[in-house]
């Protein structure tokens, strides 16, 4: 290749500073603590991207973006109005791959679905495609020119450059945020992610393969679901009609709540205190009612339950203050939840009580000492208050917000199961530990996903229908659950952005649905799918307050399982592998990965979907039924029986009151 890829081959010129788009969410200040000299590496840093020609005119704008949002964006770079994925065939590059990757960075952007799109943020509060607009420019060219003898690798959002490989290769491999053990902590990363060498990918954001807060509404449909049939009786061919779940947040993921109750028959009560996301899931349908009084929310919500008809409904208020008031007026409520964004608790992922949005947002930039004050005791409310209504009969379940973490961290050492830290973890469950792990992921069920990307309706249909005839419903009522859902996905309106769809399968039920898409594509049935997951799934995740917090060997805080993954993935040539550490639950708590495949109707495609389709799920499941998880085991004894070329190991599974006896008998602390 001769031509240089840089900034200068892009622009002729130094581009125009643009306005902001009123209404458009902005990104709080992020955390600022760098040293002058420090200071003066992320201004050499960012400026390592830009000819050195336009540096006298960018140095102080890039000054006065780190000091007062405390990263650099280069939002001069930003291409002006709506970024969004377009069809395919409206990207320039020299294979489908790289055309692919482009509509999803794209798609991650695009003011329908970003949190911050501004500051390149997907969801989750922090989750970012890539640190700045210039990192954009040049992956996007790289992109354009990628060809299928070669390999993008990205560094936390940095890319790094074209590597030659072959065309059994992945074309873009991405890492976020990983770091050394002894810096793996949020004060370092803040401090990298200010001098503009670290990104938080959360897990689908950087990972390109974020698909609207669709894609996690299927997980909480089955989790609510799966919840209700565990702790509220409800048999396995039924829904929740009649009950009443109460959570908050409606942002980037926890906005499938209300939905996700809905179409789980559920009466649903979230709290959130940003009126503007209330909005947007309200003029999506997501939500059906919004209330700032409490009277009202909960007579509607009464109404409802009565008549046994499923609602959304949207309190604009703190969730603490609707915990108290439902412990003053004594009000029932059957599964109850949080989905703050606890793992950036101090960063403005939770707002504290007696101050409203906005004001958390000016305290935030103003007085982080106090606001760090005020949440603390916040949480220390909402415990007390979750602590009553669960001893009223009420369940409660983590999830997956670092929120019992959160509470634990601010020092009430109560919520620990052992009273003194979180090792032996917390007193109430996490959704995974009681209900997704092994309900779902010891079996290899997790979420599973595609995008059409010629962006039309038609192949989202035809891809639904296809999937939904590879589903055996009788099989077990995971499947059934899945094949209702993917019957009713049109009808739920669930698409924002990209034609894409979420379905839940194992690992045999993915590579049935690879294929049989491939076909598809291959006869010109529909155009070129990308297919991916969330990270939260069986095998991509380890993370011992989330996805293997129902792993009880130890080994919930070993990296492993996540790394192989990730590594096996790249061996056996998923068009995008990615590696990112904090996903979900914050720096230093979790690695977890992905993938992307591009399906282009080719035999290649066929044979990488063949080996890697299962690899991924069943390196998983073979950690969970190594870990002695039951439901993992039966699964792989099935898996070991297929003729697949590939072979597992199960443990040796033993007495547990004996050794209990044994070792009560001769322990000695510190040992002999
Ligand atoms: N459910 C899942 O399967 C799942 C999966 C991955 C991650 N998560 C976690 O869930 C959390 C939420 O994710 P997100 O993408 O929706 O984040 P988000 O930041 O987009 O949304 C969180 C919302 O909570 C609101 N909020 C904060 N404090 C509040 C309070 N005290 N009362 C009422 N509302 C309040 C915020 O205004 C925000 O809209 C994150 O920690 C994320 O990591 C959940």
Redesign the pocket.
Request: aromatic share 10%; charged share 25%; net charge neutral.
């Given at each position: 290749m001769s031509d240089k890829i840089d900034l200068k081959s892009i622009f002729s010129k130094l581009p125009d500073k643009k306005p902001f788009i009123k209404g458009i969410r902005r990104a709080p200040k992020r955390d600022f603590s760098l040293s002058e000299a420090e200071t003066e590496l992320a201004l050499k840093n960012a400026l390592r991207y830009i000819p050195e020609e336009w540096h006298d005119d960018l140095i102080e704008e890039f000054l006065e973006e780190l000091l007062t949002r405390g990263k650099i964006y280069g939002y001069r770079f930003r291409p002006e109005g709506k970024i969004y994925g377009k069809p395919i065939d409206e990207y320039i590059g020299n294979c489908v791959e790289g055309k692919a990757f482009q509509v999803m960075i794209d798609n991650n952007l695009d003011f329908d679905i970003a949190?911050y799109p501004y500051e390149l943020v997907t969801?989750?509060?922090t989750g970012a495609v890539l640190q700045n607009w210039m990192q954009y420019h040049l992956v996007k060219k790289y992109l354009e020119v990628l060809n299928d003898e070669q390999t993008l690798v990205v560094m936390s959002g940095h890319p790094l450059g074209l590597f030659a490989s072959d065309k059994k290769s992945p074309r873009v491999i991405i890492t976020n945020g990983l770091m050394i053990g002894e810096f793996d902590n949020l004060d370092s990363f803040n401090r990298a992610s200010s001098l503009g060498v670290a990104n938080y990918g959360?897990?689908t954001a950087g990972g390109w393969m974020y698909i609207g807060p669709q894609g996690?509404v299927h997980?909480?449909y089955s989790t609510l679901l799966n919840a209700g049939r565990m702790k509220l009786g409800i048999p396995e061919n039924e829904n929740l009609v009649g009950k009443l779940f109460v959570s908050?947040?409606?942002?980037?993921?926890?906005?499938a709540q209300g939905k996700a109750a809905y179409i789980s028959g559920a009466v649903g009560v979230i709290?959130?205190?940003?009126y503007s996301?209330i909005l947007t899931r309200y003029e999506q349908g997501w939500v059906n009612d919004i209330s700032s009084n409490l009277d009202e929310v909960f007579v509607l919500a009464k109404k409802y339950v009565d008549r046994k008809e499923p609602r959304a409904i949207a309190y604009h208020g703190?969730?603490?203050d609707l915990l108290e008031y439902v412990i003053k007026e004594n009000i029932h409520i059957d599964l109850l939840s949080d989905?703050?964004?606890?793992?950036a608790v101090y960063d403005g992922?939770?707002?504290p009580?007696g101050i409203n949005?906005d004001d958390r947002t000016n305290l935030l930039k103003t007085d982080k000492v106090k606001f760090k004050k005020l949440v603390d005791l916040?949480l220390k409310k909402h415990y007390e208050a979750i602590k009553e209504i669960t001893n009223r009969g009420t369940y409660f379940f983590d999830?997956?917000?670092?929120f019992m973490k959160a509470i634990s961290d601010s020092g009430i050492k109560e919520i620990c199961k052992n009273g003194v830290n979180d090792l032996e973890g917390f007193i109430w469950p996490s959704y995974v530990e009681d209900i997704m792990g092994p309900v779902l992921f010891d079996y290899g069920y997790g979420p599973f996903r595609w995008v059409c990307l010629s962006r039309k309706d038609s192949d989202l249909e035809k891809t639904d229908l296809a999937a939904m005839e590879c589903i055996d419903k009788e099989r077990r009522f995971q499947d059934f659950d899945n094949y209702n859902w993917i019957k009713d996905a049109k009808k739920n309106q669930l698409v924002v952005g990209t034609k894409a769809r979420i379905l839940y399968q194992d690992a045999y039920g993915r590579l049935k649905i690879a294929l049989k898409f491939n076909d598809m594509v291959r006869n010109g049935e529909i155009g070129p799918v990308m297919l991916g997951r969330d990270h939260?799934d069986t095998g991509g995740t380890d993370s011992p307050f989330r996805e293997t917090s129902n792993i009880k060997d130890g080994s919930n805080i070993m990296a492993d399982m996540a790394t192989h993954v990730a590594l096996g993935n790249s061996a056996r040539g998923m068009s995008l592998v990615t590696l990112h550490n904090g996903g979900?639950?914050g720096i230093g708590k979790v690695i977890n990965g992905g993938y992307g495949m591009v399906l282009d109707g080719s035999n290649r495609v066929d044979e990488i979907l063949k080996t890697a389709m299962l690899f991924d799920v069943m390196a998983g499941v073979s950690r969970r039924a190594w870990a002695r998880q039951k439901n993992s085991i039966t699964t792989v004894k099935e898996y070991n029986e297929l003729n697949n070329n590939s072979y597992i190991t199960l443990p040796s599974l033993t007495n547990e009151d004996k050794i209990r006896k044994i070792v009560k008998n001769n322990y000695v602390r510190g040992g002999k």
């Amino acid at each position: 290749m001769s031509d240089k890829i840089d900034l200068k081959s892009i622009f002729s010129k130094l581009p125009d500073k643009k306005p902001f788009i009123k209404g458009i969410r902005r990104a709080p200040k992020r955390d600022f603590s760098l040293s002058e000299a420090e200071t003066e590496l992320a201004l050499k840093n960012a400026l390592r991207y830009i000819p050195e020609e336009w540096h006298d005119d960018l140095i102080e704008e890039f000054l006065e973006e780190l000091l007062t949002r405390g990263k650099i964006y280069g939002y001069r770079f930003r291409p002006e109005g709506k970024i969004y994925g377009k069809p395919i065939d409206e990207y320039i590059g020299n294979c489908v791959e790289g055309k692919a990757f482009q509509v999803m960075i794209d798609n991650n952007l695009d003011f329908d679905i970003a949190l911050y799109p501004y500051e390149l943020v997907t969801y989750g509060e922090t989750g970012a495609v890539l640190q700045n607009w210039m990192q954009y420019h040049l992956v996007k060219k790289y992109l354009e020119v990628l060809n299928d003898e070669q390999t993008l690798v990205v560094m936390s959002g940095h890319p790094l450059g074209l590597f030659a490989s072959d065309k059994k290769s992945p074309r873009v491999i991405i890492t976020n945020g990983l770091m050394i053990g002894e810096f793996d902590n949020l004060d370092s990363f803040n401090r990298a992610s200010s001098l503009g060498v670290a990104n938080y990918g959360q897990m689908t954001a950087g990972g390109w393969m974020y698909i609207g807060p669709q894609g996690i509404v299927h997980g909480t449909y089955s989790t609510l679901l799966n919840a209700g049939r565990m702790k509220l009786g409800i048999p396995e061919n039924e829904n929740l009609v009649g009950k009443l779940f109460v959570s908050s947040g409606l942002g980037g993921m926890s906005g499938a709540q209300g939905k996700a109750a809905y179409i789980s028959g559920a009466v649903g009560v979230i709290a959130e205190v940003d009126y503007s996301r209330i909005l947007t899931r309200y003029e999506q349908g997501w939500v059906n009612d919004i209330s700032s009084n409490l009277d009202e929310v909960f007579v509607l919500a009464k109404k409802y339950v009565d008549r046994k008809e499923p609602r959304a409904i949207a309190y604009h208020g703190n969730i603490v203050d609707l915990l108290e008031y439902v412990i003053k007026e004594n009000i029932h409520i059957d599964l109850l939840s949080d989905q703050t964004s606890c793992h950036a608790v101090y960063d403005g992922g939770y707002c504290p009580s007696g101050i409203n949005f906005d004001d958390r947002t000016n305290l935030l930039k103003t007085d982080k000492v106090k606001f760090k004050k005020l949440v603390d005791l916040t949480l220390k409310k909402h415990y007390e208050a979750i602590k009553e209504i669960t001893n009223r009969g009420t369940y409660f379940f983590d999830y997956g917000n670092s929120f019992m973490k959160a509470i634990s961290d601010s020092g009430i050492k109560e919520i620990c199961k052992n009273g003194v830290n979180d090792l032996e973890g917390f007193i109430w469950p996490s959704y995974v530990e009681d209900i997704m792990g092994p309900v779902l992921f010891d079996y290899g069920y997790g979420p599973f996903r595609w995008v059409c990307l010629s962006r039309k309706d038609s192949d989202l249909e035809k891809t639904d229908l296809a999937a939904m005839e590879c589903i055996d419903k009788e099989r077990r009522f995971q499947d059934f659950d899945n094949y209702n859902w993917i019957k009713d996905a049109k009808k739920n309106q669930l698409v924002v952005g990209t034609k894409a769809r979420i379905l839940y399968q194992d690992a045999y039920g993915r590579l049935k649905i690879a294929l049989k898409f491939n076909d598809m594509v291959r006869n010109g049935e529909i155009g070129p799918v990308m297919l991916g997951r969330d990270h939260h799934d069986t095998g991509g995740t380890d993370s011992p307050f989330r996805e293997t917090s129902n792993i009880k060997d130890g080994s919930n805080i070993m990296a492993d399982m996540a790394t192989h993954v990730a590594l096996g993935n790249s061996a056996r040539g998923m068009s995008l592998v990615t590696l990112h550490n904090g996903g979900g639950v914050g720096i230093g708590k979790v690695i977890n990965g992905g993938y992307g495949m591009v399906l282009d109707g080719s035999n290649r495609v066929d044979e990488i979907l063949k080996t890697a389709m299962l690899f991924d799920v069943m390196a998983g499941v073979s950690r969970r039924a190594w870990a002695r998880q039951k439901n993992s085991i039966t699964t792989v004894k099935e898996y070991n029986e297929l003729n697949n070329n590939s072979y597992i190991t199960l443990p040796s599974l033993t007495n547990e009151d004996k050794i209990r006896k044994i070792v009560k008998n001769n322990y000695v602390r510190g040992g002999k």
